[in-house]
């Protein structure tokens, strides 16, 4: 087999896999969105940060699952004199 041919076959098998290994079956619109995927928490990268569970998404079309993350706390945009 030539080289072409083993790097198209290559190319081919991660296409499959990433077919048979894609993101959890998402679910139809139209009673709601479904109940939230279980999640690993992890420690956070650094101290302070706050955890932001994942959520499920309506892009209009179907519900997608938009998972947890870490996030730094948001700054006060207040001015403190007033």
Not at 67 to 79: A, K
Request: aromatic share 8%; glycine share 10%; hydrophobic share 35%.
């Amino acid at each position: 087999m030539n080289r072409t041919a083993r790097s198209l076959a290559l190319f081919s098998s991660f296409l499959l896999a990433a077919c048979v290994a894609g993101t959890p079956e998402t679910p139809a619109r139209g009673q709601g969105a479904p109940p939230p995927l279980p999640e690993i928490k992890t420690a956070p990268p650094a101290p302070g940060m706050l955890w932001i569970p994942g959520a499920w998404h309506d892009d209009g079309v179907q519900y997608v699952w938009i998972p947890g993350r870490w996030e730094s706390p948001r700054r006060s945009t207040q001015n403190p004199d007033g």
